[in-house]
T-cell receptor, first 113, second 115 residues
Framework: DQQVKQNSPSLSVQEGRISILNCDYT??????FLWYKKYPAEGPTFLIS?????DKNEDGRFTVFLNKSAKHLSLHIVPSQPGDSAVYFC????????????FGQGTRLTINP | EPEVTQTPSHQVTQMGQEVILRCVPI?????FYWYRQILGQKVEFLVS????????KSEIFDDQFSVERPDGSNFTLKIRSTKLEDSAMYFC?????????????FGAGTRLSVL
């Protein structure tokens, strides 16, 4: 039951360029979406989130776009830096009560100097 | 910056043994969670806990699993009789439950190896 899918297991981007990570979901009940970043031997670290009432949220170099009709969201990182190399997880939840997160498989982003 | 802490970082156990994974959530947080990630697979929800009771649990969270908040700071996950397939990273998370849209903060995880 893959309610949240990240179809690209890996992505390689040149330093200074834009990184675009994509995520699709199938459950129309999801109304809150989060991106987490994970380094080896660490837990997921929150990056940015978006509610379904918005179509864009920006925080510094990170912007998340939500297309509800397509059930698609994307994370843009610009400019990309070597420290951004990590695994990025998309997660979705229903904003009622205890909001369990449903995660995608993750995308390994590598920023090349 | 406040953080979720988990101990131990690595637990090795024999099949059939009981293990307790420990977590100290962020102090003013009210919702607590356990997730697991089997090597090469997704992070999966196990259980959520609020107001001293389970709010929701997944199909994975069967009778072998239990959670407890024994005091004001610790949140534990017990696996009563471990199986080989319980080998995974187990992550604890907490959130402040301060609004409709809450951010879950994760610990560094406990790697459980069942031999």
């Amino acid at each position: 039951d893959q309610q949240v899918k990240q179809n690209s297991p890996s992505l390689s981007v040149q330093e200074g360029r834009i990184s675009i990570l994509n995520c699709d979901y199938t459950n129309s009940m999801f109304d809150y979406f989060l991106w987490y970043k994970k380094y080896p031997a660490e837990g997921p670290t929150f990056l940015i989130s978006i509610s379904s009432i918005k179509d864009k949220n920006e925080d510094g170099r990170f912007t998340v776009f939500l297309n509800k009709s397509a059930k698609h969201l994307s994370l843009h990182i610009v400019p990309s830096q070597p420290g951004d190399s990590a695994v990025y997880f998309c997660a979705a939840s229903v904003s009622q009560g205890a909001q369990k997160l449903v995660f995608g498989q993750g995308t390994r982003l590598t920023i090349n100097p | 910056e406040p953080e979720v802490t988990q101990t131990p970082s690595h637990q090795v156990t024999q099949m059939g043994q009981e293990v307790i994974l420990r977590c100290v959530p962020i102090s003013n947080h009210l919702y607590f969670y356990w997730y697991r990630q089997i090597l090469g697979q997704k992070v999966e929800f196990l259980v959520s806990f609020y107001n001293n009771e389970i709010s929701e649990k997944s199909e994975i969270f069967d009778d072998q699993f239990s959670v407890e908040r024994p005091d004001g700071s610790n949140f534990t996950l017990k696996i009563r009789s471990t199986k080989l397939e319980d080998s995974a990273m187990y992550f604890c998370a907490s959130d402040a439950a301060s609004g409709v849209l809450n951010i879950q903060y994760f610990g560094a995880g406990t790697r459980l190896s069942v031999l």
